[in-house]
């Protein structure tokens, strides 16, 4: 019926499989919950090993890591059932009613893939890990895109699909996975049955794995795993390719070499300036991606 699929990475997911398997105990119904850990520090893989021995788990450490596109196939390739749910390793649920909403989308046949969507606490964090806390709030919890973190889809069409597993470094393979899905005309249905993001970066971090992101995106158009129509996708690469074509991605650059420090500082407040982030990450690709030329 149903395979649970938890890709793990530094992080504790002791809560998240307890709730999982209890609401799969519940609703009375054949269910697997499967943990692959992607070589987390050894403190985690200490910390998680008694799952193993919980009925339903199926808990395994990897020796190397593999990145999060990989991890998620093998995932998928080891699992029982037809239905599979991906959750990121750093959720929490928030409903008591979580697996049963998607339960009552396999048991009426109504769906190909799902997407339930992500949200923060309503509680904001410390100063440290404020940054993504807030963006996290007015920008991925309303993003109209696919997100990995929370969806079911069917084995039948993710053999169809897969995770690019060109992408070994942080960032948009989820953007890929839906790539993939349009080009044989899948549409993501989406249902309101939200996670709680809980595994927050601090600020530095954050802006790394921001930065992280948009090295991603070049890789995926130098090495040309997206079509020519398909660069939309890509908000930001979009604009630096429109931005080149009219050939001031030069003074772009040249902006970032004596901007970005105090750009960067202002990113530390409270209530930081998202529009200001986005300039931010355009000087960035354009000063990246003209060192590459």
Not at 63 to 84: D, P, S
Not at 112 to 130: A, H, M, N, Q
Not at 253 to 262: A, E, I, N, S
Request: net charge positive; with cysteine.
């Amino acid at each position: 019926m149903l395979s649970i699929c938890i890709p793990i990475y530094n992080f504790d997911v002791r809560a998240l499989t307890h709730t999982l398997r209890e609401q799969g105990i519940q609703l009375n119904i054949p269910f697997e919950l499967l943990l692959i850990d992607d070589a987390s520090e050894e403190n985690y893989s200490k910390i998680n090993a008694s799952l193993s021995d919980l009925s339903h788990v199926t808990y395994q450490v990897l020796e190397n890591n593999t990145g999060r596109a990989k991890i998620r196939n093998l995932l998928a390739e080891k699992a029982t059932y037809e239905h599979l749910l991906f959750i990121d390793c750093d959720s929490a649920i928030l409903s008591p009613d979580y697996l049963k909403a998607y339960f009552e989308l396999i048991i009426t046949n109504t769906y190909g893939i799902v997407s339930g969507g992500r949200k923060y606490t309503d509680l904001p964090p410390e100063k440290d890990f404020y940054f993504h806390w807030y963006y996290g709030v007015y920008r991925e919890s309303v993003s109209p895109g696919f997100m990995s973190n929370n969806f079911l889809i069917r084995r039948s069409l993710w053999e169809k699909v897969r995770f690019n597993e060109n992408l070994t470094k942080y960032g948009h393979e989820d953007t890929l996975f839906q790539i993939e899905l349009q080009r044989i005309g899948i549409p993501v249905g989406k249902i309101n049955n939200p996670v709680i993001h809980m595994g927050l970066d601090n600020n530095k971090a954050f802006i790394k794995k921001s930065e992280d992101c948009i090295v991603n995106s070049l890789f995926i158009l130098e090495n040309q795993l997206i079509r020519n129509t398909e660069v939309k996708h890509f908000r930001l690469l979009d604009m630096y390719l429109k931005i080149k074509k009219l050939h001031l991605n030069k003074f772009f650059r040249y902006v970032y070499g004596f901007t970005h420090k105090k750009i960067r500082s202002s990113f530390f407040h409270r209530k930081p300036n998202l529009f200001l982030f986005d300039v931010y990450k355009l000087l960035y690709i354009c000063s990246i991606a003209d060192k590459k030329s």
